[in-house]
């Protein structure tokens, strides 16, 4: 007899790379053929969590984040120059536009819907119309990473300034069982402190003339990864009170909070993030089956 399940809704939280933890737990919910009604993500979670809404399998979403695992965000042809953010958006484009092929939100298989925040008013926005990439562009646009993206007559950035998991916006379209991911990590602490002790304890040797040119630009592109690190880290702790509260209000069913020690831009971590979701969701599917009737 087969299973009738509730209105089961999926709120995704952001975390870079870690996000990728969303793949391999959406990969064992597939497997188990828990169906979703509801999708919500922001940042990273609103890049996985558009894929699902568009129903792409889990295969797809993995295939296409591992062509990445070479990808140096830090690269000087990615750099924006301090141009609104250290991070050109057309390096976003150019990997992630493509993905979702010009789709719109009437393309969607699951209802989906991702979070942003106007810069001006300090309004979060739910993007729910339009095209999907720019939807997503705009909900992970990182402040100080990417430049804000100029939408529909708004300055947005990452919806995570706000809500780093939108999962009271799952339970308004209707999610009756809600399972919310919020990443926690210890990793960033121990990598800026990496990071601190390498700037100015590191024993310096005096290179050639080509070495000290190349050792410069060396320098200046780990000054800048630290000072995203610091950024991005300030944030974070400025913004999981009002993300606390609002899992509160939500009420989630199901509440994932695993530690994921992968840096935030660190690619080359993408199989250990997505097995580290199917690790969690595979310790969880009990619970989630039980929810059928």
């Not at 996000?19 to 009604?37: A, K, M, Q, R, W």
């Not at 402190?193 to 310096?204: E, N, Q, R, T």
């Not at 971590?269 to 199917?278: F, K, V």
Request: hydrophobic letters at 45%; one cysteine or more; glycine letters at 8%.
């Amino acid at each position: 007899m087969a299973k009738t399940y509730p209105k089961i809704g999926l709120a995704l939280g952001g975390g870079g790379v870690r996000g990728y933890f969303h793949i391999g737990f959406y990969e064992v919910l597939c497997e188990h053929n828990v169906p979703l009604s509801f999708v919500t993500g922001t940042s990273m979670g609103a890049v996985i969590g558009a894929a699902i809404g568009l129903g792409y399998s889990a295969q797809k979403i993995r295939d296409f984040v591992s062509k990445y695992k070479d990808l140096d965000l830090f690269s000087l042809t990615n750099f924006n120059y301090f141009n609104e953010g250290l991070i050109s958006a057309e390096s976003f484009k150019k990997h992630l536009y493509p993905f979702y092929e010009n789709k719109t939100f009437e393309d969607l298989k699951i209802p989906f819907v991702c979070a942003a925040v106007d810069l001006e008013s300090g309004e979060k926005v739910v993007m729910k119309s339009g095209l999907i990439a720019e939807a997503v562009q705009a909900s992970s646009s990182l402040p100080l990473v990417f430049p804000p993206m100029f939408l529909n007559d708004r300055y947005l950035v990452d919806g995570g300034v706000l809500d780093e998991v939108p999962a009271v916006l799952c339970r308004e379209l209707g999610a009756e069982k809600l399972i919310a991911i919020r990443l926690q990590n210890n990793v960033v602490r121990q990598h800026i402190s990496g990071l601190i002790y390498a700037k100015h304890y590191d024993p310096v040797v005096k290179p050639t003339l080509g070495g000290e040119i190349l050792g410069f630009f060396s320098r200046k592109r780990e000054d800048i990864r630290l000072l995203i690190e610091i950024i991005l880290q300030s944030l974070k702790i400025s913004i999981d009170a009002n993300t606390q509260n609002n899992l509160d209000e939500a009420k989630p069913d199901l509440l994932v909070e695993p530690i994921v020690d992968v840096s935030l831009l660190d690619f080359s971590q993408t199989d250990e993030a997505i097995e580290a979701g199917r690790k969690s969701a595979l310790g969880l599917i009990a619970q989630i089956e039980s929810w059928a009737e």
